[in-house]
């Protein structure tokens, strides 16, 4: 998985009809910069609004996933999300000058395909990703349903699919990395079943659908006179089919491409939690509702952990090594407080520090019992925070960063050689003429150790 955030190189636009309301689109994709997200924008409509890809916008779950803002509604956004998830696509806005984004096969294959000609960018920013830590489960005893998401410092999912159907059975899909997606996922098209025909055209819906986007799976028995009604429905002259199999007799892309393709609408639909995602994800009988209702689950999670301790694998590479940290602070022994910094966005940075015996203050304090300095812990806190305060400006190597204030200063637990700490910084406040706030925490173990509300200023070096 990227630990950067990535965009397009440049625009790209595919055109075509939406699936439901049989209206042409043409969708442009316009790269951003960091920190952008991932939005839609309705340039046909006055003042062009945007909506940000965002599971509190779901408005409808009529056979695709729905969002709208302030009057500005887009249909089916599923397979979009998903082509933008599965390439790890993190900030683009997405122009349409219609309700819906084309269906064009009924899969994401085409966006993947038009994305990946375009080219990405790697971002100077890292992905933040929502890390599961705990296991999050999402059941509809009702419809037998069951989502659940489980540590693992990855992005797997695994999707079970039963319709009680004799052509389609019991079928599972996987990926075991995201990666896998543009190859093995993303040419799976969207389905339905002969008897959902009449009822999804009487919602109004499937407007645009035709043979050559979806897949129709016929489960019983066809008579003739059915067949030419059909054949009317989707402008053919003549449409068959097997005994048991699939409308018109479309060969499908891959055995099981029917749950294939509700792995991907799992990925589309997750893809509105607005972060990219550390879990493995596993999904029995999953549909847009539960997909969407399992989403906001996920994400009240998300926004509960965002007061605890950052999630720390030392086995996956930093955003700055120590080296890179003190060629932008200029600290020098023996007042390096901090070894490495992990996570680093616009408004929020994680250092970590290693403590050991060696440290050389504690041949002078407390010297039977060796205790980390809580002067120390603010210091280590302070050059976490100076590292997200210099990141603002060009060239950091010419600037200094002073603390001006200190305060709600408090020390929770002891912390002795053989902890790793912890450190995150966050901003209370855009930055203004140089001047910094932020919230600091300190952890070990997950446990608060230390946190305090710090100002700091950004000088320019006097003569550069």
């Known amino acids: 998985m990227n630990s950067k955030q990535h965009t397009i190189k440049d625009k790209i636009t595919v055109s075509g009809v939406g699936l439901h309301t049989g209206q042409n689109c043409n969708m442009t994709f316009v790269p951003q910069d960091i920190n952008f997200g991932i939005k839609f924008q309705r340039i046909d409509l006055p003042n062009q609004p945007i909506v940000e890809a965002d599971v509190d916008y779901v408005v409808d779950l009529s056979r695709g996933t729905t969002i709208e803002k302030n009057g500005a509604r887009i249909n089916t956004v599923e397979h979009t999300l998903a082509a933008l998830s599965g390439l790890e696509i993190d900030n683009v806005l997405i122009q349409l000058d219609g309700p819906e984004p084309p269906i064009m096969d009924g899969s994401s294959k085409i966006f993947v395909d038009a994305l990946s000609e375009v080219g990405l960018i790697e971002q100077k920013a890292s992905r933040n990703y929502f890390v599961v830590t705990e296991n999050i489960r999402y059941v509809d005893e009702s419809r037998g349903v069951e989502i659940a998401a489980l540590p693992l410092d990855n992005y797997r999912v695994t999707v079970m699919i039963d319709y009680n159907s004799p052509v389609l059975g019991s079928q599972h899909a996987s990926i075991t990395d995201i990666s ?5 996922i ?3 098209r969207t389905f339905c079943f002969l008897h959902e025909l009449e009822m999804l ?6 407007k645009g659908g035709d043979l050559n986007n979806a897949i129709v799976i016929v489960d019983r028995v066809v008579k003739d006179e059915e067949l030419e009604s059909l054949a009317k429905l989707f402008n053919k002259q003549k449409i068959e089919v097997r005994k048991e199999g699939i409308l ?8 099981n491409e029917p749950a294939r393709h509700k792995l991907l609408d799992v990925i589309g639909d997750l893809t509105l939690l607005g972060r990219p995602i550390k879990a493995q994800i596993l999904a029995a009988r999953p549909g847009h509702a539960a997909n969407v209702a399992f989403c906001k689950k996920l994400k009240k999670a998300m926004l509960d ?5 950052p999630y720390y694998n030392p086995n996956n590479p930093p955003i700055y090594d120590v080296k890179q940290v003190y060629n932008i602070l200029p600290h020098t022994y023996p007042f390096k407080m901090l070894d490495k910094v992990i996570h680093l966005e616009a408004s929020l940075v994680v250092g970590v520090k290693n403590v050991t015996i060696n440290e050389p203050f504690f041949t002078g304090h407390f010297n039977d019992n060796p205790v980390f300095p809580g002067v120390f812990q603010i210091e280590g806190m302070a050059q976490t925070g100076g590292i997200l305060a ?3 400006v060009d060239d950091p190597e010419n600037y200094w960063a002073y603390f001006l204030a200190i305060e709600n200063c408090r020390f929770k637990k002891m912390v002795v050689p053989g ?5 995150k910084c966050e901003l209370v ?3 203004k003429r140089g001047i910094i706030k932020m919230q600091g925490h300190a952890y070990v173990n997950g446990q608060l150790t230390c946190e305090a509300l710090m100002t700091a200023s950004i000088v320019r070096k006097p003569g550069v």
Do not use: G, H, M, W
């Not at 952990?305 to 301790?309: G, L, Q, R, T």
């Open 429 to 431: 406040s855009p930055i």
């Open 419 to 423: 902890d790793t700490l912890i450190y």
């Open 305 to 309: 952990s965002k007061n605890a301790a």
């Open 390 to 392: 210099l990141e603002t």
């Open 248 to 255: 018109n007799n479309v060969e499908l892309r891959y055995n």
């Open 201 to 206: 055209k009487s919602q109004n819906l499937i």
């Open 180 to 184: 896998q997606f543009p190859k093995e």
């Open 186 to 188: 993303a040419a799976c």
